[in-house]
């Protein structure tokens, strides 16, 4: 009944909800194959296209966005191509084959990150495609590289940036900074020939707040199914000593924006146990808050990667009132491991749970609307968890590659 959590330092406001352990996420680098099941969507490989993409956030950091960039890698060599990556040098992190690290510097407000110089790699060849995953320099370096080697451009849009500047400047500059973040994002853009949003409220915040003049299509960034699967919860619960009766949780970076002091109302008075993994900065004043409501609270503090299934598959309910998400990836994991969604009918939540499928949505703020759909959802829960299984191979990472290979096919011009 728990999950995977986010670190309190994330990079200029990059939604850090998943955050496997590096371990991990260098198997997956380098094309490991454990947990491969029969329901792995592996595509036929009717053509090949060669990728670079460019990414001022990787290994060994852990986010979402650094997640998503190394299983794409993975995945896209293994039946697509090839796809290397360029991005900034951390130290402690030897690239491998295909991956290219150029010089950086300490990111200034973020110690634990590095700013890489807009430099392009020697020896890196021609590809038929570049991909840009973010908006500053190492990205900026993949569209010169891109128009100097005459290849086309294509860029995600991962995260609403400008939705938290008011988290990292003082009110009175968090206008003029919006202003300014999002008439560069906006002259980002417009320098390459197509952008990729995870979900469709991606793409209407993209077109609305920031007003590209380019098109814009909509490709989720896909989860690994062949993981994130029903498992026998059972050790998982006798190692966290969670009880029999209903258990809801939420994995995910513990902020303000994640607005967990919700959740926690949402169980006062219940026979809930609510269990709450990861970190953040709100942390201490959720654990003191939960202090003050008549429920069972449980922090459990990060998780490793390979206990999220177990953590998922235990839930009864998996609970996400974060109104800020871009696509909101810990609810496609939970509804791969059958685990109904209740969330709020906010930002990307209100396309990424689907109302009576899998789970239901609730009013941003109506706390009685926010109990009513956990009850529900308790009430036909194997009805909705049959339906999360059916759904499974629409969340996989080899489908969203499909649609992603046939955007560069037309990007292209094929």
């Known amino acids: ?202 793409r209407r915040r993209l077109l609305t707040a920031i007003q590209p003049a380019v098109d814009v299509t909509v490709v989720s960034n896909g989860i690994d199914t062949t993981m994130f699967r029903p498992v026998d919860p059972a050790a998982f619960c006798d190692a966290y000593e969670l009880p029999e009766g209903p258990v809801l949780g939420y994995t995910g970076r513990h902020g303000p924006e994640k607005n967990l002091e919700e959740a926690i109302d949402a169980v006062d008075a219940t026979d809930y146990t609510l269990v709450l993994a990861g970190d953040g900065p709100a942390r201490a004043s959720l654990e003191v808050y939960a202090r003050t409501v008549d429920a069972d609270v449980r922090f459990l503090g990060f998780l490793d990667r390979e206990e999220l299934p177990a953590f998922y598959s235990t839930l009864d309910v998996f609970v996400f009132p974060s109104p800020v998400e871009t696509q909101g990836l810990v609810a496609l994991e939970a509804t791969a491991c059958a685990t109904p969604v209740v969330a709020v009918d906010a930002g990307a939540l209100t396309d990424s749970v689907i109302d009576g499928e899998t789970g239901y949505r609730y009013e941003p703020g109506d706390l009685e609307s926010f109990r009513w759909a956990i009850r529900r959802t308790l009430a036909e829960h194997d009805r909705l968890s049959d339906l999360c299984r059916r759904r499974r191979q629409m969340l996989s990472v080899e489908h969203s590659l499909e649609q992603l290979g046939d955007l560069y096919d037309d990007v292209r011009g094929n």
């Not at 360029?86 to 991956?99: Q, S």
């Not at 890196?124 to 993949?142: Q, S």
């Not at 086309?152 to 609403?160: D, E």
């Open 1 to 202: 009944m728990v999950s995977n959590a986010a670190r309190t330092d994330c990079f200029a406001g990059y939604n850090c909800a998943l955050v496997p352990n590096v371990a991990t996420l260098e198997a997956v680098s380098l094309g490991s194959t454990t947990n491969l099941g029969a329901d792995s969507g592996s595509p036929s490989m009717t053509g090949t296209q060669t990728v670079t993409a460019f990414t001022d956030l990787y290994l060994p950091t852990v986010n979402g966005v650094t997640y998503t960039v190394a299983l794409w890698r993975d995945r896209w060599s293994r039946h697509h191509g090839s796809m290397d990556v360029v991005f900034p040098e951390m130290g402690g992190y030897e690239p491998r084959d295909g991956e290219y690290d150029v010089p950086s510097v300490g990111a200034p407000l973020y110690p634990r990150y590095r700013l890489g110089l807009p430099a392009v790699p020697s020896g890196l060849e021609t590809p038929e495609i570049v991909h840009v995953h973010t908006p500053y320099t190492v990205g900026a370096a993949g569209i010169r590289f891109a128009r100097q080697r005459d290849v086309p451009v294509v860029a995600s849009y991962h995260t609403l940036l400008d939705d938290r500047v008011d988290q990292h400047v003082p009110p009175p500059l968090v206008d003029v900074c919006k202003r300014t973040h999002r008439a560069y994002e906006r002259a980002f853009l417009e320098r390459v020939d197509h952008v990729v949003a995870p979900t469709a409220f991606a």
